[in-house]
C-alpha cells in the first residue's frame, strides 16, 4: 500500500474566497482522482487528475470551478473557487496502486460560511 | 454513464446473524466492482473488491457476488461483530475511469 496525505485536513472558509487542497502519496501512480462527499452523502467523482495535462471532468463540474493540477506522478492540488455554502463538503484524493483498486487519502473536511 | 444502486439505505441485525447489501449497476462495460467501509469521520476502506471474470469471491468473514448477467453485485457479511457497524458503499468503475458509487448502507449491528 501507499502512504496518501491531505493539506488542509479540515478548513472554514468565508463565502466567494477559494481554497486549494494539496494530495501527496508517498510512490508514483498514474491514475488520480478527486473526489466529493457531501454531509451524509455518497461520493461523487469530480474528476481525473492527469499529469502533464489538463484534468478531465465529470458532468457536472467545471474546470473553473475546481481547477486541479497535477505537476508529477506523487502531486495533485484541486482549487474549490469562489465559493458558496453549497460547497460545504470533504474533498477526498483517491490514487490506483494495483490494476483497478483506489485508495483514498484522509479527506478535507470544508465549510463554508 | 454508470449508474449504481444500493439497497438498504439502512440494516440493523443482531450481533452474529448475517448482513446482506445489494447493488446494481447500469453499464455493462462496467468491469471491477470494490466495496468499502466508511466508519465516522474516516475515510473509505477497502474492504473487498470483485472483476467481472469471477463470479463470488470471499475474504475471512466478507464475501461478494457478482452476476455480471443481471448486472447486480452483493456483498454479504457472516458472523457480524459490533466492529463491522459503518457506512458501506458499493462501487462500478468500467475502465480507467474513477468510481461510480451507491448511496450507502448504514449497517447497526445491535449487541
Known amino acids: 500500500s501507499a502512504v496518501i496525505s491531505q493539506k488542509p485536513s479540515r478548513d472554514i472558509c468565508q463565502r466567494g474566497t477559494s481554497l486549494t487542497i494539496q494530495c501527496q502519496v508517498d510512490?508514483?501512480?498514474?491514475?488520480m482522482f478527486w473526489y466529493r462527499q457531501q454531509p451524509g452523502q455518497s461520493l461523487t467523482l469530480i474528476a481525473t487528475?492527469?499529469?502533464?495535462?489538463?484534468?478531465?471532468?465529470e458532468s457536472g463540474f467545471v474546470i473553473d470551478k475546481f481547477p486541479i493540477s497535477r505537476p508529477n506522478l506523487t502531486f495533485s492540488t484541486l482549487t474549490v473557487s469562489n465559493m458558496s455554502p453549497e460547497d460545504s463538503s470533504i474533498y477526498l484524493c483517491?490514487?490506483?496502486?494495483?490494476?483497478?483498486?483506489?485508495?483514498f487519502g484522509p479527506g478535507t473536511r470544508l465549510t463554508v460560511l | 454513464g454508470e449508474n449504481v444502486e444500493q439497497h438498504p439505505s439502512t440494516l440493523s441485525v443482531q450481533e452474529g446473524d448475517s448482513a446482506v447489501i445489494k447493488c446494481t449497476y447500469s453499464d455493462s462495460a462496467s468491469n471491477y466492482f470494490p466495496w468499502y467501509k466508511q466508519e465516522l469521520g474516516k475515510r473509505p476502506q477497502l474492504i473487498i473488491d470483485i472483476r467481472s471474470n469471477v463470479g463470488e469471491k470471499k475474504d475471512q468473514r466478507i464475501a461478494v457476488t457478482l452476476n455480471k448477467t443481471a448486472k447486480h453485485f452483493s456483498l454479504h457479511i457472516t458472523e457480524t461483530q459490533p466492529e463491522d457497524s459503518a457506512v458501506y458503499f458499493c462501487a462500478a468503475e468500467g475502465g480507467a475511469d474513477g468510481l461510480t458509487f451507491g448511496k450507502g448502507t448504514h449497517l447497526i449491528i445491535q449487541p
Open positions: 487528475a492527469n499529469q502533464g495535462s489538463e484534468a478531465t471532468y
Open positions: 510512490s508514483q501512480v498514474t491514475m
Open positions: 483517491s490514487v490506483v496502486l494495483a490494476r483497478d483498486t483506489q485508495y
